[in-house]
Nanobody
Framework: QVQLVESGGGLVQAGGSLRLSCAAS????????VAWFRQAPGKEREFVVA????????FSADSVKGRFTISRDNAKNTADLQMNSLKPEDTALYYCAAGSAIASGRVAARWDYWGQGTQVTVSS
């Protein structure tokens, strides 16, 4: 089993940037695809971006394309989410997830392991 801990959330003005980090323990993160999801109050959990085990394949939601980038460092057992040009509608609790394959895709239920989340708030 792998444990995930997110960090890096905070309050930022619209147009600003934040970098979230997901640190894994228990098992090596290189065995897993990694995704970021987010959930705003009163809304369902929403897919943001995912990366394959090797880091060679990524895909993202249309709402964040060109603004958010996922990366991973398998040697450090971490995966990061760089968020630029943030908008108030990006405000949410951001979760890191790990699963056996990037084909788990946009469906939250297909991802096996989850962190507790880190809050991102973007002010207008």
């Amino acid at each position: 089993q792998v444990q995930l801990v997110e960090s890096g959330g905070g309050l930022v003005q619209a147009g600003g940037s934040l970098r979230l980090s997901c640190a894994a323990s228990g098992r090596t993160l290189s065995n897993y695809a990694v995704a970021w999801f987010r959930q705003a109050p009163g809304k369902e959990r929403e897919f943001v971006v995912a990366i394959s085990q090797s880091g060679t394949i990524t895909f993202s939601a249309d709402s964040v394309k060109g603004r958010f980038t996922i990366s991973r460092d398998n040697a450090k057992n971490t995966a990061d989410l760089q968020m630029n040009s943030l908008k108030p509608e990006d405000t949410a609790l951001y979760y890191c997830a790990a699963g056996s394959a990037i084909a788990s895709g946009r469906v939250a239920a297909r991802w096996d392991y989850w962190g507790q989340g880190t809050q991102v708030t973007v002010s207008s």
